[in-house]
């Protein structure tokens, strides 16, 4: 600090920073990428480690016997889902308890605000069936939850049949120390919001649904189950949720942990662990992982149905069978083991899972990155703006040389607080428009356009944020006036501030996509003036816009997923994951949809003005 | 009436046998003669007495019910020199009894009390130094501490009510403790703080954990349940501990105030088994008769029903509650006389699944590894009741050996039929010596019930900064609403907002028709929460009251602050509609003239429920890195924030720098001369 306080050496350094400007912001920009790279290389992380205490070793029996009757259990399941073509929930009502539970059901409706074309489903309603194995002399004070989908078609039934098969075999055994609740969900996701809002008796997403009858207190762990076929080749773990969301890093381990203790493989993205990382293969499979982790995380919405569970402050995972073409199989009853493996550690928790962390990426499930790790990669491109910032306040500070007396300068600074205010509100007030009316004017659009009305909803938020870019002319309209050199500078020195800020608070709740965006939009932010070739400034920023963003992560994830498609399928995809994002907000509550809409399209909305400032 | 047997006679009586058996030799002769004619012969005696039992009803409060009387006529006919020696007549009394209820799911539920009456005034001048069944501990206790009235449980687990109906004495989860103190206490507080921590060595328990934060003085809730009219509630102490986990070192101690109830030696306890499984015979087949009555003589003090008391078997189950009650009770109907009540009770609800391994049955040795061979000497009264009211043609289970002694009673407004066993009659043992009940089940349903009056209660919302405790109270009942008492005493970290309480009922507002509220004082005392509310037929009434979590000073926390904090359980207490009462068709098996109104006693019964206690997180530093924390906040405090504001304050110069050493002599030398300064 005694450079700063020194003014001959704040004036060289401050010199020095805008004389360099441009060059540091390069080199930031690229040891920025080329830090989030190194991330995945294994030298540079940290291998996972069981930090609870009361989950330290995975010494626990594992005694589940009745895989094949938790198979048939299944398909009894599968058979009876068919005849009530829907949930069964009598005979799940009964299965239950018979298997000495005290079992509940949740009724629950929910009208979407325009319909899903993925899932098909409209006006949901749907019954949720819990059955709740009470832990002898314990208080009713702490609950486990292990839940299973029932999904229509053929999928999950083994899921129900290894849940109730469970069910029955812990209901026989005396060291439960905390209530086991065994869920069923109905409409996946609808249900679990349902019964989750029940269960805390809040409603944040304005569903209907009856009240619950039975609890067990603070719930301290959950894990949701997959499974959709007899015998497995690999387990896979999901842990991004809602709003990138991660349960506590001690949650995987466990599974790791308890994977490796019986045998089964296990995987996270669908990636097996490789051991080759000093080849270029190994390292770029490592990369692939995170990458996809990365993604996921950014898209904000749940992968599972545990991603709710995250809301509440109970740490959840989703654990997904996988059938694939190899040869070694395991089969119901080790998968049961496993589970019982990790619910008896988990019933040893003296408190909730707090030791580990509950930031980090992973690229293997053996070796994670911690915040302290992958922050400075996003912090080397956030200080780009904030030089950037600091040399437009140098140039505003310093008088410009045309004009020597005070007055000058007052009349000329004057004009700049309406035009910097003028397009904040315009440009909020677009990104507001694109919030609101997609779904105001859908039924609207459906009368006078032949399309349907999700494809409504997508197009008008396409066409909002399209006529967003005609701002640059409206906002000069309102002004009646040239803006001045002087004005583009203020007008930009707040942009360049907003975004810094709006991006630093995003990469702190959801690291992901705070480094996507700024990747995106901090050359572009960095770089404008109205100075440059119009049309190929305009052609980049509009490359670099959130929207386009979307586009390419869709072709990017498509491409990690080692499912490359066509442009016309990307394209349909990409109209399908935004309204899948719309939706997962007014479902769920999940963040993004509202903060690109209200935040960083404004944002991106001002940069766009600088570039065609008059 | 009753033969108060005490020691000595019985050890006459174990030795005049044992020379009989020594006499028989190997052959297996009965000891008790025909001379033990039993009511068991005499079906229209039970019945006789058991009508008589109905017509009682016991008090509103704690409901005591009276077993039928049928030792007298065994107990006169019983022809043993021992018994006919005249013994000084005591002024203490013992009776010890078990029921046993199977219950709709399978499960069942074994209650044990004990009770020792003593005619004596602990509040007289001069010391009560002579103790005989009454245990000193407690006494000294009540003396010392002007004890009216003490009540303490320990539980572990909750009972269930809408699987296993009503308790017969319900308890929360942990320790509960509520004392009357005489009125001429002083200082209450001070004598409840050492009450408090010398109850807390009785117990082994964590009692010395309860302070002015966990007290409370309930105005409405907790009446005395003995004789005395002083309802003043400053003299009344209310005290729980969720968090208390009862296990047997809680159990020993317990076990220790009973008359017959403690083991002396580890010796017997390494040979109590064998001392049950084989009896007497194995001492004398192998002729060590000296070893045997050494043997005998140590485990004579462990008799009667405190022989099933075994922790490993006690704590194997799904519910475990142990309990004290002292109070002063009167001696007979005109109460001239007071006397002091001990009763101790336990009760265990056994679970099925963990232990029936698909068998749907249950027996004393299955339940605690033993059986029964004999009364506690001491004991003018030992019994079993099995309640068989829901099995009346034994469709449900199956009891044997089958007694056709038969009680009634008035149990939580419901008139049940219990199956009797008098330990104190020989004949229940049978020929093998030992009483091993056995019920077995031949149903296999198990519906949910509906108690009348249920209670729940949760958090809701999410997130660390408030939240809102949501308590449901069902009325059951077709047509009746009735009232009910709830307390709520909840710690001063949850800063409740009782402006946002709301009672409703039926989408409607309850206003509670009276409401004690006793705002908290940080780290100082909890809230205190008292609402009489009118429960309308056949519904669920809500009651809500937001609350803020607070944050605590870092030496406040637990070693283990993320489990969270909790809130002990809500007490709801009241006048239940009685079942009996419901039933329209009562008129049929009764005199029509007893009939047209409503016997206040049998319309109405007390009910106290315990909803579960509430675990709630508190916003919580990590701890786990505070070396971290404090060094980065002291960094980011000294480094970052002292020099931006030195930078933002002070105004830079450019300063001369300073003159040599020369030049500040010429400028004295200057100054002298009055010339300004170079």
Redesign the interface.
Known sequence: MGLLSDPNRRRALINLLTRLNAPICVVCYMAGVAWFMGLAFEPFTLRTYMSENAMGSTMVEERFPSGERAVATGREFAAHKKKVSGMPVEWLVKTMQARGLEVYTQRFSRTLPFPDENKERYMVKGTNVYGILRAPRAPRTEALVLSAPCTPGDNNNQAVGLLLGLAQYFRNQIYWAKDIIFLVNDHDLIGMQAWLEGYHHTNTTGMDWSPLQGRGGSIQAALSLELSSDVVTSMDLVLEGLNGQLPNLDLANLFYAFCQKIGVLCTIQGKLQRNDWDSVSGYSHAVQTMMLMVMKQASGRPWGDHGLFLRYHIEAATIKGINSFRQYKTDATTIGRLLEGMYRKLNNLLERLHQSYFFYLMPSLSHFVSIGYYMPAFGLLAVILLLRALDLWVQLATPPPTTEDGIADIEQSSPGVLSVLTPLVISHLTGAALYMLPIRFQEMAVEHFPVSETEAVVLTAIAVYTAGLALPHNTHRLLSGEGTEQGWRVLKLVALLYLAVLLGCTALINFSLGFILALTLVPGAAFVTPHVPKVLSAFVLVILSPACTLLFSVFFFQELQEMPVSFLDGWLLYLSVISQGILDHFLYGSLVYPLIALLVYPCWLLFWNILFWK | MAAHRSCRPVWLFILCSFSLFIIAGSQETTVAPEQHASVLDNPQTAAETAEQTAGESGGVEERRWEGTEVRDAAAQKQAEPAVLQPTPQPKDDFQEELVVRPLHSGDIYASFQFRTLWETDFMRGNKVSHYRLFPKSLGQVISKFSVRELHISFT???W?T??WGQPYLPSP??AELWVWFQDSVTDVDATWKELTNVLSGIFCASLNFIDSTNTVQPSASFKPLGIGNVTDHRFLRYATL?REIVCTENLTPWKKLLPCGSKVTVFVSLFISQKDTFGIHLCVNAASFSFCVLMYSCCSLQAGLAVLLKSEKL??????SQAVHIRPVCQDWQCKTTSWELRQTLNVVF????SGQGKREWSLFKMFSRTLTEACPLASSSKIYIDITDNPEGEQFELSPATSLLSQAMVLGDRRTFSVYDLTQQDTFGSVRSLNLLIRWKSTE?D?LRPLLHA?R???????QTG?I?TLMYNHHPYRSFPVLQLDSVPWYLRLYIHTLTVTSKGKDNKPSYIHYQPSKDRVRPHLLEMLVQLPPNSVTEVTVQFERALLKWTEYTP?????F?VGSSVISSLVPSTVAMDTNSTRERPLFSSFFPCKEESSYFVRVYT??????LP?P?F?MPYNVICLTCTVVA?GYG?LY??LT?S?Q?EEPSPGLAKRIANVIRKMRGVPPL
């Open positions: 572990q687990g909750y269930r809408m699987q989860p942990g969720p704590f194997h189950s799904s519910f475990h679970d099925l699944h963990n198990g949910m729940e949760y958090v809701a919302g999410y997130g660390l809102e949501h283990d602050p993320n489990h969270g909790y579960e206690p509430l675990l709630v997180n919580t990590d786990s480094v020099s030195n930078l002070r830079f450019i």
